[in-house]
Nanobody
Framework: QVQLVESGGGSVQAGGSLRLSCAAS????????MAWFRQVPGKVREGVAA???????YYADSVKGRFTISQDNAKNTLYLQMNSLKPEDTAMYYCAARAYRCTYRPLESPTYNYWGQGTQVTVSS
């Protein structure tokens, strides 16, 4: 059974940094397309970044140049390094995975099968 467990969220001031982790079990993370999403109550879940099995990355325009997605295959763990954080980055962040190529709609939540429970990120001004 596929399981995704996020960690690393917290509270930080604007301009600060956080690194989120997503530990995967039940499959090999290197064989899947994996992504980070975020959601604010009352709003649609937003794709933040995706990482495919050959290392290609995809980013939402709102985070390009500030966030970096990466994967450690040996640890079966996905990361999201978030720098220059802004108050508008405040959200619940979710890790997601799917068993097919990232080139098809990589930042759209309905295309993902597996989800973690989320980790809260709060950025104060």
């Amino acid at each position: 059974q596929v399981q995704l467990v996020e960690s690393g969220g917290g509270s930080v001031q604007a301009g600060g940094s956080l690194r989120l982790s997503c530990a995967a079990s039940g499959y090999s993370a290197s064989s899947y397309c994996m992504a980070w999403f975020r959601q604010v109550p009352g709003k649609v879940r937003e794709g933040v970044a995706a990482f495919n099995r050959i290392g290609t990355t995809y980013y939402a325009d709102s985070v390009k140049g500030r966030f970096t997605i990466s994967q450690d295959n040996a640890k079966n763990t996905l990361y999201l390094q978030m720098n220059s954080l802004k108050p508008e980055d405040t959200a619940m962040y979710y890790c997601a995975a799917r068993a097919y190529r990232c080139t098809y709609r990589p930042l759209e939540s309905p295309t993902y099968n597996y989800w973690g429970q989320g980790t809260q990120v709060t950025v104060s001004s």
